[in-house]
């Protein structure tokens, strides 16, 4: 079990770490509906990443081994057909490690939304926080306040439901075996961790099995974003919001982890990943699966959002206009693309790179109406910028920012 140590607020749940989605992980600790409590959590990589000047850590991560989750934690009283009802109250860095840093894969370990349009290479940002507000040495001029938020959390899976996502992502990783990056990630033994005492053949069992916590799944689990409920956390997943679970476990065994103190509706490796402390109160609807027709997780947004009423607003259309020029139907995944890179491009012009996945832009679909284009729009709020950044007669004025992190051997 989980170290609990007791605050005069309310207790902390120092936890066991496990990188898996398993029902026979065992609960480190069990709290009471109604129960105030905080959970510390580690960076969703395990501290790989360090606060330095060079993005050998990106290039050199271990992705067999994320991401690193606090739990499960075990909530009196909830059966499975329950709805397990987490209230966020509270999500901030440790103390001793006011900073986090954002990052882009290598196209050969992790790749990411658009890493064969850049042929992606290891970069990364560190970013230092000042009570809301996060500003970076390797982005210079862009000041924001952050809606810190778990990117990560869920109940545990009942052992049908495990098969069950094991079954349909194995056929769609065979369907396509060659892709780069992988279109998805199966059990994998090496790297797997549960950090409990267990005996030999529970461990290999649930390596063997286990579900990797990369994609979002009918419990919750990878949700990361803004807005959104493919890639969702920020305002639905940040202080002040609530959060209803299926339930699928006795107890719920709720896990949480990679920690972001700012994400915006674009990342490529993430947002402003961060360690530090969750508070939670939970409480327990009987019932809940059929009563709310759930078949995924239920989110009510936090009252807490950074006012940005200017926004610069980039639209796209399924047109892959950056690309071959291809014509699609209705496909807002490209249209959310262009718009994206339109985005790019144009930041790009004025210096900056690597900001997107961190600053508080938000992505919307435009129109799914008008065939053959769906729209979808990316709006970049203006008052982050210390410096004005809009559209001119002459142009966009490029200005020198140096630059973020990168690769010790130089490789771009």
């Not at 905080?38 to 991401?67: F, K, M, P, Y």
């Not at 966020?88 to 954002?102: A, E, N, Q, S």
């Not at 689990?221 to 969702?232: A, V």
């Not at 530090?276 to 409480?283: E, N």
Request: aromatic content about 10%.
């Amino acid at each position: 079990m989980a170290t609990i140590t007791n605050s005069v607020a309310h207790p902390t749940i120092v936890s066991n770490l496990h990188n898996r989605w398993h029902p026979d992980i065992p609960a480190i600790a069990t709290v009471k509906p109604g129960q105030v409590f905080n959970v510390e959590c580690v960076d969703w990589t395990g501290a790989q990443i360090g606060n330095n000047d060079t993005s050998d850590d990106i290039r050199d991560v271990d992705l067999t081994s994320v991401h690193n989750l606090s739990g499960p934690i075990a909530v009196e009283g909830a059966e499975p057909g329950d709805c397990l009802v987490v209230d966020i109250l509270d999500v901030r860095p440790f103390d001793k490690m006011p900073w986090g840093y954002t990052g882009i894969f290598e196209l050969e370990n992790g790749g990411g939304l658009f890493a064969r349009e850049f042929q992606s290479r290891a970069a990364k940002a560190i970013w230092d926080f000042k009570g809301v507000y996060a500003s970076s040495r390797h982005i210079p001029g862009v000041r924001f306040a952050g809606v810190s938020h778990p990117g990560l959390i869920g109940t545990a899976p009942s052992a049908e439901l495990l098969a069950t996502w094991n079954k349909r992502e194995g056929a769609l990783i065979e369907a396509h075996a060659d892709a780069v990056p992988p279109v998805a990630y199966g059990p994998l033994v090496p790297g797997a961790y549960v950090g409990q005492d267990l005996p030999d053949d529970l461990r290999a069992k649930i390596y063997r099995e286990g579900a990797r916590t990369i994609p979002g799944r009918e419990h919750g689990g990878n949700c990361d974003s803004h807005y959104r409920l493919s890639l969702f956390l920020t305002y639905f997943g940040s202080r002040g919001s609530r959060c209803y679970f299926p339930v699928f476990v006795k107890g719920a065994n709720l896990s949480v982890g990679d920690l972001h103190f700012s994400q915006g509706d674009l990342s490529f490796c993430g947002a402003i990943e961060m360690a530090g402390i969750v508070t939670f109160s939970t409480s327990i609807i009987k019932g809940g699966v059929e009563k709310f027709a759930m078949k995924q997780p239920i989110f009510l947004p936090s009252p807490v959002d950074p006012l940005y009423s200017a926004k610069l607003i980039f639209q796209g259309i399924s047109v892959d206009y950056h690309g071959d020029g291809t014509q699609y139907n209705m496909d807002a995944t490209v249209a959310y693309k262009q718009a994206a890179l339109n985005a790019i491009a144009y930041l790009m012009k004025i210096g900056y790179n690597l900001l997107l996945s961190a600053a508080p832009v938000e992505s919307h679909i435009g129109a799914i109406v008008d065939s053959p284009n769906a729209c979808v729009t990316l709006a970049l709020p203006l008052g982050i910028f210390e410096h004005d950044i809009l559209p001119k007669d002459e142009g966009l004025k490029k200005l020198e920012f140096g630059q973020c992190a990168v690769r010790s051997d130089g490789v771009l």
